[in-house]
């Protein structure tokens, strides 16, 4: 195994572990605080992800050998973000993120409970994440509208940067946010002592609530986006490089390592996309048999950052919200643009997606259950009304 090191895949590791990190981790703390965390909370949770990630990525790399990149649930964070805090607040929250970890194992392991998730529309499920992302990725907007000194400069910095290379965009948008802070933002007295006090790894446990609300409203949705747009995604980019593993595995293993992360905070990990490409690709090694070194440092990368997550949760807290939501956001419109894009290509079923994405942007509940179920579930009745009418006729 260690005749398959290699520099160059350590390198592509490290990219990649800065990149997964870098490009969403405010997406996450966003996701957690619109859940209802406290500081310390989200900076638990993101800690739990980033080692729950990182752990299961070397467990299943050396075991499958194997580049299986894992990464946490990007769409999912910008679900909780939308949805905004349940009855029975962070607690209840993180219920559903251990009754959603239970469905992740249940899909892996049980083949017709699998066939079942797959049987939901894609365009239905592309809809619902294009309407959870929508909100999210108008906040650099609001960030320029609310002051344009502050904003603007994250917003040119992303795009000037990502007309250069793709990967740069958001990592040059987290970097001008920082220039913004420290150069725009009136920093508290206290700050030193709150980033001094924040140094090492801190877990916060949350005793789980479980109500018929968190498994709706949470619990539901976050499994359906993290399938959706993570976890079959990564499949995808595995079998295009020539790998060909057992999915079932994989997707119980990301819910197993999700159910150890839930209590202390953390929503869900899932199998990778964009940087599985990166390190199952020929720039992690001209050898296939190789690159799973690549997945591996990634992984150890990620269990640093980890350790790391409340002090750059503590730096966050003091900007504006509004300016690490534009960050958040800038990082999410990529995701936007493919998830509308696969909504709406097909004529036949566009009316019911559009009805599916706008019940689910419109952040509506009713019965105290959030639009994005009622999002899947009204789309689905238009796709089934008009699958009716076509027999008919």
């Known amino acids: 195994m260690l005749r398959d090191f290699s520099p160059q895949s350590t390198v592509m590791g490290l990219l990649a572990a800065f990149v997964g990190f870098a490009s969403s981790f405010a997406v996450v703390i966003h996701g957690l605080v619109g859940a209802g965390a406290s500081e310390a909370q989200a900076a638990s949770g993101l800690a739990a992800l980033s080692i729950s990630m990182g752990l299961c990525a070397i467990v299943l790399s050396l075991w499958r050998r194997m580049p299986i990149s894992i990464a946490w649930s990007t769409p999912g964070a910008a679900l909780l973000a939308a949805t905004g805090a349940i009855q029975g607040g962070f607690p209840a929250a993180v219920g559903g993120f251990l009754l959603s970890a239970l469905l992740l194992i249940a899909a892996g392991l049980f083949k017709p409970f699998g066939r079942l998730v797959a049987a939901i529309p894609p365009v239905l499920a592309s809809a619902m994440l294009a309407g959870v992302l929508l909100g999210l990725c108008l906040a650099p907007v609001k960030a320029v509208a609310f002051d344009p000194r502050l904003g603007l400069p994250i917003v040119l910095a992303w795009a000037i940067a990502g007309r250069i290379h793709r990967l740069a965009a958001v990592p040059a948008g987290l970097l001008a946010f920082g220039v913004v802070v420290a150069l725009g933002v009136d920093i508290p007295?206290?700050?030193?002592?709150?980033?001094?006090?924040?140094?090492?790894?801190?877990?916060?446990?949350?005793?789980?609530?479980?109500?018929?609300?968190?498994?709706?409203?949470?619990?539901?949705?976050?499994?359906?986006?993290?399938?959706?747009?993570?976890?079959?995604?990564?499949?995808?980019?595995?079998?295009?490089?020539?790998?060909?593993?057992?999915?079932?595995?994989?997707?119980?293993?990301?819910?197993?390592?999700?159910?150890?992360?839930?209590?202390?905070?953390?929503?869900?990990?899932?199998?990778?996309?964009?940087?599985?490409?990166?390190?199952?690709?020929?720039?992690?090694?001209?050898?296939?048999?190789?690159?799973?070194?690549?997945?591996?440092?990634?992984?150890?990368?990620?269990?640093?950052?980890?350790?790391?997550?409340?002090?750059?949760?503590?730096?966050?807290?003091?900007?504006?919200?509004?300016?690490?939501?534009?960050?958040?956001?800038?990082?999410?419109?990529?995701?936007?643009?493919?998830?509308?894009?696969?909504?709406?290509?097909?004529?036949?079923?566009?009316?019911?997606?559009?009805?599916?994405?706008?019940?689910?942007?419109?952040?509506?509940?009713?019965?105290?259950?959030?639009?994005?179920?009622?999002?899947?579930?009204?789309?689905?009745?238009?796709?089934?009304?008009?699958?009716?009418?076509?027999?008919?006729?």
């Open 189 to 393: 007295a206290d700050a030193g002592a709150r980033l001094a006090a924040s140094l090492g790894p801190r877990f916060e446990w949350v005793t789980p609530v479980f109500s018929l609300g968190a498994l709706v409203t949470v619990a539901l949705p976050l499994f359906v986006v993290t399938m959706a747009s993570q976890n079959i995604p990564g499949i995808a980019v595995l079998n295009v490089n020539g790998y060909q593993p057992a999915p079932g595995g994989l997707f119980a293993a990301t819910g197993l390592f999700s159910l150890f992360s839930a209590p202390f905070g953390g929503h869900a990990v899932n199998l990778a996309a964009i940087t599985a490409a990166m390190c199952a690709g020929e720039d992690a090694h001209a050898d296939r048999s190789r690159r799973y070194w690549s997945a591996i440092v990634a992984g150890v990368a990620y269990v640093v950052f980890g350790l790391l997550a409340p002090t750059i949760t503590a730096l966050v807290a003091l900007a504006p919200p509004i300016l690490i939501q534009a960050v958040a956001g800038l990082a999410l419109i990529g995701a936007f643009a493919g998830a509308a894009g696969a909504a709406f290509r097909d004529v036949a079923t566009r009316e019911a997606a559009a009805v599916t994405f706008l019940v689910t942007a419109s952040g509506v509940s009713f019965a105290g259950v959030s639009g994005t179920f009622w999002g899947l579930a009204a789309g689905g009745a238009v796709l089934a009304i008009a699958h009716i009418g076509k027999k008919r006729g």
